[in-house]
């Protein structure tokens, strides 16, 4: 087993300082209270910064504790915050793809929808927004699933409902299909959640790679699908750009 | 080559932005750039028009290489701009002799005062369309031709130019001193209190009331129509459309149609209704203005209502109470209850807009109880924007003699769920949002492409139109009454609070 990571024991110990007394202190304050080099002290700042634990005052150049920290214990992304953040690129997605979009994040044990696109043929579509669908038989709560410990965590107990005769169902079926989800890093559901429909998704990223919701489309299995059954490359494609894209816009640096 | 992209440039109030969009309306690359806001003295609010130019040399091409896409493969550029800015410049040099005047500045306040006192005050909103107000253009070159140094002899001789940013960006674009083109559109034109709206031409009565010389003006062209080949930035380029960004929000969410009409929902909100050939006079607090005008064709106008403070109260509750740390967050707080609580807020930060138009209203907060949470508020801060919204509606529907049948709605705000149904629920029409949020972009570059045939008429730029979202009312009338009843309450509440200064009449 290897040893305890020194940068995360001294990033530690700067969040403990800053905890401290008046809680703003500058750079020198900050590298001599632990015995570090300026150009270490700084480093280490500044990933603080960027995932939200430490906050610099622009006008005194001073560090203190960040809101992301204090509110640890609560939701790591409002999810009206991540619609916000999305919704330029959603449009998009419905764009280039021709089908209906949707976003959603894990909800005891179901699919929340947070966002909703319809589908750009302006045919009649109602607003899903708000609903809640099955984590087992969609794409987007196979990337949940796949992605979410606590999502994976609430469905553990009881047998999942079965919509079509292709409903995954099994646990020993559903672990090699999340094995492949992580594999390929997309997921989607052919049939599963009612004959004729299909859907493709893929996640949403924020700092450290940490997935904080999945992005998909869907509509009828035979616009979505090849002829041989499997999600077409190119709408795969659209759906994974799109993700990707508000991942880096969320702060996901390597996705 | 083919030509294969049309170009947009929205010069905003904050910032300078180019867009590539494809045949089908889908954006294809995005650059900004922000420019400073100056502001030398209370009251004042100034824009570098140099600045504002580098910045476009600097994104637009940034934008082509973006997209990897040469000046060759870019059908036509429109440009959507901030209304009513003014910029004057040298001829000669195209240097400008004074900093762009924000409409948000207030410097000629004591100057409109004394021209509404005036007994010929009416041929104002008689001839364009407008309240004698600060933001309009028109007072502004008169204050300048006052406070700047010789500058009405120059202006006579026609050695200084008055120009929009459209008209400032258009210029520099065909060659500035070296032959550029010193043209407006007919909506940037409404907005001057210079321009007839009838005649779409300027008017010698309104010339001489405000004291401009003709010589320092723009020619006035169609909103869609080729004004020049850019000489500079995007060498080759046809310059084919400038609007309004409000109007040009209009023509990007396709209301082309005699009473469609759509509502962008920033800091402040702007309600434009098309209503057709004919200009409507307003009898409840409404500006007459023109919509737009595609090449030798009659202009189509608008009625506009300007909501002073819709995303700024969330803003407001972000930054100066603390409560939400993202503006999103709004609605998460604001469901955590199922209702106001008997709780409204008026925001007449800087008093009220239309309809009302008191300048002298301030906010409130009224039927504060010991029940009262912070959802509560932040119900009350988004259900302000619904009823100031209703309020506008009701008032076109009086004047327009047309109910209003869908809201067409863009803007940041569209992205809160609970606030496009409350409005949807409040005006009992469907709100619909479309595919692509960037419609004063689109629309500026829907005017251009249309202007050189790159589309080939408006309804193929309807079948580009796509509904992304669409809320449908829900709330049952007796409700929707008893709370416009309440809110009604609450915005008389707000008025006659500033009283005038002692002394002062």
Redesign the interface.
Known sequence: MPGPVQSIERAAAILRLLAQGSGRLGLTEIANSLGLARGTAHGILRTLQLVGFVEQDKATGKYQLG?ALL?LGTSYL????L??RA??WA??L???SGEAVRIGTHLQGRVLVVH???R???SL???D??MLLPLHATAIGKVLLAYDANAAAAVQEGEPERFTRRTVRTRKEMSRVLATVREHGWASDVDEAGPGEAGVAAPIRGYGGLVVGAMGISGATERICDPGGRPRPELVGYVRDAARAVSRDLGAARW | MTQRYVMSIDQGTTSTRCILFDWRGRLVSVTQREHRQRFPRPGWVEHDPVEIWRNLERIAPEALAHAGVGPGEVAAVGIANQRETTVLWDRRTGVPVAPAVVWQDTRTAALVEELSRRPDAHVVRERCGLPLATYFSAPTVRWLLDHVDGLRERAERGEVLFGTMESWLIWNLTGGPDGGVHVTDVTNASRTLLMNLRDLDWDPVLLDFFGVPRAMLPRIRPSSQTYGTAKRVLPGVRISAALGDQQAALFGQTCFRRGEAKCTYGTGAFLLLNTGAEPVASTHGLLTTVGYQIGDQPAVYALEGSIAVTGALVQWFRDQLGIISTAPEIETLARTVDDNGGCYIVPAFSGLFAPHWRSEARGVIVGLTSYITKGHLARAVLEATGWQTREVVDAMNADAGIALTTLKVDGGMTSDNLLMQFIADVLDVPVVRPMVAETVSLGAAYAAGLAVGYWPDLEGLRRNWHRAAQWTPAMDRKRREEEYDNWRRAVERAFDWVRPAAGSS
């Not at chain 1, 409002?78 to 915050?81: A, F, I, K, L, S």
């Open positions: 809101a509110h409002d999810v009206n915050e619609r916000s919704i330029n449009d998009a419905a764009a280039r909703h696109v319809f750009p043929d302006d579509q109602t607003l927004v708000g």
